[in-house]
């Protein structure tokens, strides 16, 4: 059996499917662009009859990527089927999906239909897309409920007919890992032409276990899996790409490998979650914010002393530039020392202690401890009067029926400044004048505002991350206009370029 796990990213269909996150064409593009550069092997890009969008979609994407085999998603009606080979046309290596519903359930309650019947019309849907590609996927919809012996003949058919992949979909979640694992392995075990295709995964996380049951199918013989960019999907989610192509990659072992280039998932998670306006939570594995950061004492000696203590992952391995030290009130002196070296500052073991009981005094009290903070306790702290950039004036117009646009004032060692730009919005058009302004080549990789009081004069800070010739800065800034305290973090991050 080949090493090799195909991914198959389902991120434009089945991912776009959560409320509030679907995308326009040139936004589709984009992430199939991007999910080229990640090396996914197959992308689904849209259900083609379902809305004159999505046909559109397809046949965008189809013009604008190479590498990947495009997928099309249809029901088992000869229309959808038409419908997607139409839309494929474009597309240099082409896969219509199609299939129909297996378990009891949908046999009886959705299809008001029988056993035998579901059969004959998953076989016709399977000969019928022959008649356009060559590449047919055929997804038994809710095989996770449906019984072995009756999916082994299902399986069997649609392989008969032409089906060059099978898909083994646990569409709600339902399965225990060893459940679907066995599931897996029955029909690798019983399905006499189960080497003239490959069988495919796809779970759903309605029980927290689509990683788990993926992970168990491919040991079981599954060689494609199908997976979403941070995990997005209805309800609770689909299988996390990133999550099912770094056990594989760190898991030697295993002797499996994927086309996945892992340095590009948090670029790839970033623009996911921006374009579909849907955060990644923090604790979530390989691309939340804390995954690869340490606030325990015990965890942050550990990792300054060798990563690999606490790390099973290089950060670098998918996009990001180092673990962080994040000090709180659980922190150690290792850490503290470690930060205040990286500002610049030395101290002996006595002076050091000294600092250390000021730090954890200023942590019972403050929630995050800043660069500023530290300077602070330091003995050598930066007011706002010594920063190099400094915001005099802000004044944004924008409205319904008005082009956002921000008028920037700054005083740069002494001189003033000022810059007028639009954006896609205030804070936006803000930062366009900003950047305007200082006239470096930043990129922002991270906007995050969050509420320090509660009401309608709450208190908002404002974290900014921007990224500069390979180097990285961070800016913080709190006020009760959210979009000052915004530019005056981007100003404070960019003031620390120079």
């Known amino acids: ?17 959560v409320p509030g996150c679907q995308l326009n064409t040139i936004e589709k593009i984009e992430v199939a662009k991007q999910l080229e550069k990640l090396g996914v092997d197959i992308i689904e890009a849209g259900f083609p009859v379902s809305s004159p969008g999505d046909f559109n979609s397809v046949v965008e994407i189809s013009k604008a990527v190479s590498n990947p085999v495009i997928c099309a998603l249809t029901r088992a009606v000869k229309k959808d089927i038409e419908v997607a080979a139409d839309a494929l046309k474009n597309a240099k290596k082409g896969r219509i999906h199609t299939g129909i519903g297996t378990s009891f359930y949908h046999i009886n309650y959705k299809l008001k239909s029988n056993p035998e019947e579901i059969i004959k019309r998953g076989v016709e849907a399977v000969k019928y897309a022959r008649n356009f590609v060559d590449d047919v996927e055929f997804y038994a919809e809710d095989a996770g409920r449906t ?9 069997e058919a649609v392989i008969a007919a032409g089906a060059t992949v099978v898909n083994i979909p646990d569409t709600t979640g339902y399965c225990l890992p060893q459940e679907y694992g066995e599931k897996i392995a029955y029909l690798m075990n019983n399905v006499p032409n189960i080497d003239k295709a490959i069988i495919s995964t796809h779970c759903h996380n309605d029980l927290g276990m689509a990683t788990a049951n993926t992970i168990t199918g491919i040991l079981n013989g599954a060689r494609q899996v199908e997976v979403t960019v941070n995990g997005i999907g209805e309800r609770a989610g689909n299988t996390s790409l990133e999550e099912v192509a770094m056990a594989i990659k760190s898991h030697k072992e295993l002797d499996l490998e994927t086309s996945i280039n892992s340095k590009e998932i948090i670029k790839s998670s970033r623009l996911v979650s921006t374009l579909m306006r849907m ?10 914010r804390n995954a690869f950061a340490h606030s325990s004492g015990i ?3 550990g990792v300054l002393k060798n990563r690999e203590n606490y790390e099973i992952i290089d950060p670098a391995e998918v996009g990001v530039k180092e673990s962080s030290i994040v000090l709180t009130a659980r922190s150690g002196r290792a850490a503290l020392k470690h930060r205040l070296q990286v500002l610049g500052y ?15 005094e200023l942590a019972d009290k403050k929630k995050d401890i800043t660069d500023e903070d530290l300077q602070i306790l330091a003995g050598k702290g930066q007011n706002k009067e010594n920063k190099p950039i400094q915001l005099e004036l802000l004044q944004v117009i924008c409205g ?3 082009v956002p646009t921000a008028t920037v004032q700054v005083s740069f060692n002494g001189d003033v400044f000022t810059e007028t730009a639009s954006g896609n919005g205030p804070i936006d058009a803000a930062f366009t004048a900003v950047k305007a302004l200082i006239k470096r080549r930043v990129r922002l990789e991270e906007f995050l505002i969050q509420a320090i009081t509660r009401g309608s004069d709450d208190l908002g800070k404002v974290h900014v991350q921007v990224e500069h010739k390979g180097q990285t800065y961070y800016g913080f800034a709190a ?8 530019v005056e973090a981007f100003l404070d991050a960019v003031g620390k370029i120079a």
Not at 479 to 484: K, M
């Open 400 to 402: 319904k029926s008005t």
């Open 299 to 301: 965890h942050q000696d």
């Open 279 to 288: 955060p990644v939570q923090p604790n979530k594995a390989i691309v939340g």
């Open 346 to 360: 030395d101290f002996e073991p006595q002076e050091l202690d000294e600092v250390y009981q000021r730090f954890l």
């Open 147 to 155: 019984d072995n012996e009756y999916l082994a003949r299902v399986v």
């Open 1 to 17: 059996m080949s090493n090799k796990v195909y991914i198959f990213d389902t991120t434009l269909r089945d991912g776009e499917q």
């Open 479 to 486: 006020h009760t206009d959210i979009i000052t305290a915004s």
